[in-house]
């Protein structure tokens, strides 16, 4: 299961982009596609930070102790993971050029 690749929803990219003020769906998707997929990690366990998000299947895509992806089953049967939302963190009224944005600059498209 850890090495089965991992499929971006639109809800998943639409809410990357949100969060990191990405111009599109597409922009949000490549750059998850092309860097947080392969960089991240799949586990049950979420650092404290991210301590109350829920996914259907109890695994998440984990990048940099940054960003969380919901990881769920394909309703096709195929042995992929679904990237069903997108979270990042620290929560809280933090305004997008905070230190938490500066550290993912580098990593941004």
Known sequence: MGNWPVVVTNRCADACAAQFQLGSRA???????SEI???GRITDRLPP???GLHSRTGWFLVFDDLLVLS???DWLGRQVWVATNCF???K????PHSSFFRRLRGRRP
Do not use: S
Request: aromatic share 8%; hydrophobic share 45%.
């Open 49 to 51: 930070e991210a301590a």
């Open 37 to 39: 997929v392969l960089e």
């Open 92 to 95: 809280g009224p933090e305004p």
């Open 71 to 73: 990881l769920g089953n």
């Open 27 to 33: 922009e949000a998707r490549d750059w998850l596609e």
């Open 88 to 90: 990042a963190w620290p």
